[in-house]
């Protein structure tokens, strides 16, 4: 895996498990997420992996002579190299390291990168309104007390959920797997609804639609 220069191959085993990763003396300390990686190059380098709110991010430091504190947020296909590279390092000879948290982030990360996800099934709409020209913003809820929102828009489509006891999360823009599912979920709703949903929930499926095919795009060239 490259760190967050994206030059650099990370040489030291992963370790997991941590509350709270501490850097290199001088630095500041590198925040934490809900599963956290460290690793070293060397003495006086390594990388900080976390995944909080929707998002994987990279950071990295060094020792060696002044630089900037770099935080990287990654991308899909730099899950999949993070995940492949954890892979390998447990199913080689051990390290010596609590596997458990490693195992977890592996996890995560396939299903990060799946092409599948039933995120939205079964979610209900709430209320949708336009809070700036151009911009559709729908409230979700689900079966299981879970809440939500979605804002649409040319550029992306974001959105987060949570449980009523907690605060609502930043909005973070939905991957692939989970655009696809809030296509499908609008498109059902429309069906069964027919002319009663209103029409900026079509809009919104406008958006994510448009916003899969950017990317697909993208990926062509």
């Given at each position: 895996m490259l760190n967050a220069y994206g030059a650099v191959p990370i040489m030291g085993p992963w370790q997991g498990g941590l509350a709270q990763p501490v850097g290199p003396?001088?630095?500041?300390?590198?925040?934490?997420?809900?599963?956290?990686?460290?690793s070293q190059t060397?003495?006086?380098s390594g990388s900080v992996v976390s995944y909080v709110g929707g998002i994987f991010a990279a950071q990295f430091w060094t020792v060696g002579h002044p630089v900037p504190f770099l935080v990287r947020e990654l991308d899909p296909e730099d899950v999949q190299a993070l995940r492949d590279e954890l892979s390998e390092?447990?199913?080689?000879?051990?390290?010596?390291?609590?596997?458990?948290p490693l195992r977890a982030?592996?996890?995560?990360?396939?299903?990060?990168?799946?092409?599948?996800?039933?995120?939205?099934?079964?979610?209900?709409?709430r209320a949708i309104s336009?809070?700036?020209?151009?911009e559709v913003l729908g409230e979700l809820s689900w079966p299981s007390g879970a809440i939500g929102s979605v804002l649409g828009s040319r550029q992306g489509v974001a959105g987060q959920s949570h449980i009523p006891s907690q605060p609502?999360?930043?909005?973070?823009?939905?991957?692939?797997?989970?655009?696809?599912?809030?296509?499908?979920?609008?498109?059902?709703?429309?069906?069964?609804?027919?002319?009663?949903?209103?029409?900026?929930?079509?809009?919104?499926r406008e958006f994510a639609q448009a916003a899969l095919s950017a990317r697909d795009r993208r990926r062509f060239w």
């Amino acid at each position: 895996m490259l760190n967050a220069y994206g030059a650099v191959p990370i040489m030291g085993p992963w370790q997991g498990g941590l509350a709270q990763p501490v850097g290199p003396p001088s630095r500041p300390r590198f925040g934490t997420g809900a599963l956290t990686l460290v690793s070293q190059t060397d003495a006086s380098s390594g990388s900080v992996v976390s995944y909080v709110g929707g998002i994987f991010a990279a950071q990295f430091w060094t020792v060696g002579h002044p630089v900037p504190f770099l935080v990287r947020e990654l991308d899909p296909e730099d899950v999949q190299a993070l995940r492949d590279e954890l892979s390998e390092q447990l199913e080689g000879p051990s390290a010596g390291l609590d596997e458990v948290p490693l195992r977890a982030f592996v996890a995560a990360a396939e299903a990060y990168v799946a092409t599948r996800s039933e995120r939205f099934s079964g979610a209900g709409l709430r209320a949708i309104s336009t809070p700036a020209p151009g911009e559709v913003l729908g409230e979700l809820s689900w079966p299981s007390g879970a809440i939500g929102s979605v804002l649409g828009s040319r550029q992306g489509v974001a959105g987060q959920s949570h449980i009523p006891s907690q605060p609502a999360g930043e909005l973070v823009p939905l991957r692939d797997a989970e655009l696809r599912s809030l296509t499908a979920a609008l498109a059902a709703a429309e069906r069964t609804t027919g002319e009663g949903i209103d029409p900026l929930w079509s809009e919104l499926r406008e958006f994510a639609q448009a916003a899969l095919s950017a990317r697909d795009r993208r990926r062509f060239w």
